[in-house]
């Protein structure tokens, strides 16, 4: 059954690449839905894109990989 799982920190492209490659690579996960959230707007989109450029679910719409946003308070 697929599950959600969710990056905080994801703003790092090179530690969201290892994480989503580590995803995809297990049949059980596969079909998860991944969010990534990260306190800069503009890292986390590279890492969205690269993200699902991974993916070879990417144009199926039930198992995206989503950019849940961006979050900061001071």
Known sequence: QPCKISII??????FVK???GDILS???LQSSTVSLMDINPDNLE???VLSRKM???SNDTRYP????GSFWTP
């Open 55 to 57: 993916n070879p679910l």
């Open 26 to 28: 297990r049949p059980g």
């Open 9 to 14: 920190g994801a703003g790092s492209s090179g």
């Open 65 to 68: 990989i989503v950019r849940t």
């Open 18 to 20: 290892r994480f989503v």
């Open 46 to 48: 590279v890492s969205t």
